[in-house]
């Protein structure tokens, strides 16, 4: 698959996920893809954690109510930490946000579904919080996202976007 074709078949996947298990080594190229994004002043503030051991799985689920991942075999953990990169300027967010875009598009290519959570992991319950306890995360990171990873029960839903004309010009807004 080419990049454009990852790009239009990447959808988030809220389904169930099969049993089957991802393998390490199709793991370690979407976490691969994830670290190679690039990073505001070069700071590298992303830092990921995959947790595919059945136990610590089902510690981490267990915390993670709604249960939206519950049948995921594998789950990237994203974290980041806030440096200042340029003058007063964090640029974590931006860091972890390409970051995460990278493993999506892997994980689509390599053939698997996935759905970032982040609202759900950062709201005031703090599932992050109780994730990084489970996975021994140091205080300095900040776990601010779940991709979960594996194939797909069912098939992705497409949701309706935009036309291009509606979001996208050339030489100035709307085109005028």
Avoid at 49 to 66: Q, R
Avoid at 103 to 113: C, E, P, R, S, T
Avoid at 170 to 176: A, P
Wanted: proline share 6%; glycine share 6%.
């Amino acid at each position: 698959m080419n990049t454009i074709d990852a790009i239009k078949n990447r959808h988030s996947y809220r389904g169930k996920y099969t049993g089957a298990k991802v393998p390490r080594e199709d793991l370690v190229t979407i976490l691969e893809a994830g670290l190679m994004a690039p990073s505001g002043c070069n700071k590298q503030t992303t830092s990921l954690i995959c947790v595919d051991d059945p136990e610590v799985l089902k510690k981490v689920m267990g915390v993670i109510d709604p249960p939206v991942v519950e049948t995921a075999p594998a789950l990237i953990c994203v974290l980041t930490k806030r440096i200042i990169a340029y003058r007063d300027r964090c640029y974590s967010v931006q860091d972890y946000s390409a970051a995460i875009e990278n493993m999506l598009l892997a994980i689509v290519d390599l053939g698997y579904q996935s759905c970032w959570f982040e609202g759900h992991v950062t709201d005031e319950d703090r599932i992050g919080d109780k994730i990084a306890r489970i996975l021994n995360v140091p205080e300095d990171y900040e776990l601010v996202c779940i991709l979960p990873v594996g194939t797909a029960e069912g098939e992705p839903m497409t949701p309706p976007k935009k036309s291009f004309e509606e979001r996208a010009w050339f030489n100035s807004f709307n085109g005028k």
